[in-house]
């Protein structure tokens, strides 16, 4: 059989953690920031896990991380 090929967009926006969640990065934070409010600004900067309805996609997207 051979190895299963990572879906390359997939790794660069999910990464595993130890427990076996998915961390993703928020949207809406790289242009038109001007009319944004800084506490807006400030909460799109900290990281989310992904839904547990996304967990199984993510995982077959995944399959060695």
Not at 1 to 12: I, L, Y
Not at 18 to 44: C, D, M, Q, V, W
């Amino acid at each position: 059989m051979p190895k299963m090929k990572t879906r390359r967009a997939a790794a660069k926006r999910f990464t595993a953690t130890g427990t076996g969640e998915y961390k993703r990065n928020k949207a809406f934070k790289s242009h038109i920031l001007e009319k944004k409010a800084p506490k807006r600004k400030r909460n799109l900067r900290k990281a989310a896990m992904i839904t547990a309805a996304d967990h199984t996609r993510v995982r077959r997207m995944l399959p060695y991380a």
